[in-house]
């Protein structure tokens, strides 16, 4: 076995993925009732039922949790997509005029601003 290359872990690859969504969950939902500065990592581990250590190995600091928060929330998921790769991005870019395109990319923004409105106005704060 080459030894550059990992062996597969499914179950400690989900359960890692679900610690890192379960941290990026509370740390959005505490976000958004406390506001960035009030969150601290002890409640965002305590919400997420993990360890602050954990909370630290898995983000780093609150900066890079709150940008991964963005990320996931604004892109709907965690998948490793880019947004403008992702499949309600399509219409924009295959829009046959410039008004089709403006009117798929309003669409867009609206899905965007669906799912991530609140925490946009607490990092606009």
Do not use: C
């Amino acid at each position: 076995m080459n030894a550059s290359v990992k062996p597969e872990f499914p179950r400690r690859q989900k359960r890692a993925q679900a610690t890192r969504r379960a941290i990026l969950d509370a740390a959005g939902g505490l976000f958004i009732e406390q506001g960035y500065a009030a969150t601290t990592i002890q409640a965002i581990a305590d919400r997420a039922d993990v360890a602050v250590q954990t909370v630290y190995a898995v983000h780093g600091n609150k900066r890079a949790i709150l940008d991964a928060v963005l990320d996931v929330t604004i892109a709907g998921d965690d998948a490793e997509i880019a947004v403008n790769a992702r499949e309600w991005m399509r219409p924009v870019f295959e829009a046959p005029t410039a008004t089709a395109r403006l009117r798929a990319y309003a669409a867009a923004v609206r899905q965007i601003m669906a799912r991530a409105s609140d925490l946009l106005i607490v990092v606009g704060a």
